[in-house]
């Protein structure tokens, strides 16, 4: 008996349904922000994520030799296809460039509860714009697209940062250039360490000062106001008093779309990944499992990085449906989708044909429609019909056939009606709006 591989999915129709939801209410969402739609292939040079993240990612990636061989990969995410997709039409693309995208990819990890090997992600990009105005853009999304799925503001929250005042942060501290990136990334995983394996990895970077940088840095982490970033800011220089105005500017936007309940201060998000070049953020349940939900931000240089030449800002983010299925499910807000026909033909044998062209026409005018495929007597279709959850039953018998007739049966209150055969679409759609058989 062959199994599903770890790390991969099924999906039967009911979970196919569920998952159906989560990108109708993406698809919905974005469309309303004017974001539109694009794809692009599973199966990329292996280069393009090496480029992007170094030889490192080559471990966590589906990777083989093809028969051309070429070095490929299944895709582990989409920013790099994004940035090779718009470098190469770069010139002839209007600005901003809003595109969504909502595709499966691929990462050989470790399966556990949230994360797959096989897992379907929404991407939403805004290219070619650096005003804050693009970074509200995209947080008001992601805000837009978790309360029409049922959360409340009380449910998640969107936890904003900024890599540009960390910069600024940090050389206040006298941290260089080559020893931020690792003093970076201690932050970042400074939440999921214990305090003295932080201060071992600082270590690493500035000797025997390691304890100090830690206290240094904790003291910053603990700024959750606008005002006390703004003064932060405010007292180090000129060049980052601009960037004390690019927050005002961000929170005052976010407040303006309605979206700034969602959003909480917090300078412990600066996001592992070296390519984030400004606002950084990521969402998390707040009630449950704490769930992460989303992550994104700024990578204003990774374009040109990618194509050699083109320089543009961009900013996105991602949600996964693995962990977002999971904590809409833990709050009731995934629907339970009974996926039954509109209508049931129930026939004699010798009217056979006849209910063929008969479901011919329904279907055409739009209605779901199912009925026995085997020579069944009228008791087992009706029996059969209950089962399948239609709503209605449309029976043919020798005296409605006759007669031109077409008997209806509203299975939800039992009442019947009979109705001409040229009237019945008009019948039916009436019934539809009416909620069924008075």
Known sequence: MFETLPGFRDFPPEACSRRNHLFRVFRTVARAFDFKEYDAPVLEPLDLYVEKSGEEIVGQLFHFEDKGNRRVALRPELTPTLARMVASQANSLPKPIKWFNIGEHFRYERPQKGRGRSFF?????????????????????????????????????????????????????????EQRPSVLDAIDKSERRKPEQTIESLEEVVPQKGEILFNQISEIKKIDSLDGIVDKLNSISEEESKRAQDWLQLIDFLKAHGAYECVKIDLSIVRGLAYYTGFVYEAFETTGEGRALAGGGRYDHLIKKLSGNIDMPAAGFAIGDMTLSDCLKSKGLLPNYVMSPDLYIIS?????????????????????????????????????????????????????????????????SGK????SQKSLIEELENLDEAGGID
């Open 121 to 177: 992600q929404f991407n939403a990009d805004l290219l070619g714009e650096t005003n804050p105005l693009a970074d509200a853009e995209l947080i008001s999304l992601l805000v837009a697209i978790f309360r029409t799925l049922g959360l409340e503001p009380s449910d998640f929250k969107i936890r904003l940062s900024d890599r540009i005042s960390w910069v600024h942060f940090l050389s206040d501290l006298g941290i260089t250039d």
């Open 348 to 412: 004699s044998v010798e009217n056979t044909e006849f209910g063929i062209s008969l479901i011919s026409q329904c279907r055409k005018a739009g209605f779901s429609v199912s009925y026995s495929l085997k020579n069944a007597a009228f008791g087992k279709q009706f029996k059969e019909a209950g089962k399948s959850g239609a709503r209605y039953g449309l029976i043919l018998g020798e005296d409605e056939r006759e007669k031109s007739e077409i008997k209806i049966k509203d299975f939800k």
């Open 416 to 419: 019947e009606k009979t109705v």
